[in-house]
């Protein structure tokens, strides 16, 4: 599969953009999908005001393309969202089914408004984010997962 390599800079553009639509939307509390959708999410509390953020990680890849049979919740949400306007933030929306879980999570947990803010999506995804910003069907590599190479001497 192709890849596309986004920058701190592209990241950090993008993470203005979905910002401004969330000042309209005014959620409550950032619920960010452990791993991807943390850094987003911490950036989006800071340039919102200091927004609560709350973590829910699923599992749900291998490796590039090679998924697991359906995602598994392995860090619940804490505590209750009831009557809150949530935002979920995660990196990317795939085939979406992170997402399904997340909303249904967040739902249960008494939320009354939902809405999904993710950097990018694949045109193939069952849950499109109400907020994205870029949309591509090629593997997206953020930023965070590269590391440069250390030269020991
Ligand atoms: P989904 O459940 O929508 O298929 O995938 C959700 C998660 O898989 C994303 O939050 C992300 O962590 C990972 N993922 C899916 N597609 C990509 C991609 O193109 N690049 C990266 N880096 N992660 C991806």
Do not use: N
């Amino acid at each position: 599969m192709d890849k596309v390599y986004l920058t701190w800079w592209q990241i950090d553009r993008a993470i203005f953009a979905l910002a401004d639509r969330l000042r309209e939307y005014k959620p409550d509390v950032i619920v960010g999908v452990a791993r991807g959708g943390l850094i987003p999410a911490v950036r989006l509390s800071h340039i919102l005001g200091d927004l609560e953020v709350k973590v829910i990680d699923v599992k749900f890849y291998k490796d590039i393309e090679e998924r697991m049979e359906k995602p598994l919740i392995t860090i619940p949400l804490h505590g209750s969202l009831e009557g809150k306007k949530v935002v979920i933030v995660d990196d990317v929306s795939d085939t979406g089914k992170t997402l399904e879980v997340v909303i249904e999570e967040v739902k249960k947990a008494g939320a009354s408004e939902v809405k999904v803010a993710c950097l990018s999506m694949k045109p193939w995804t069952k849950v499109v984010p109400d907020f994205y910003v870029f949309r591509t069907d090629k593997w997206i590599v953020f930023p965070w997962e590269e590391f440069p190479v250390v030269v020991r001497e």
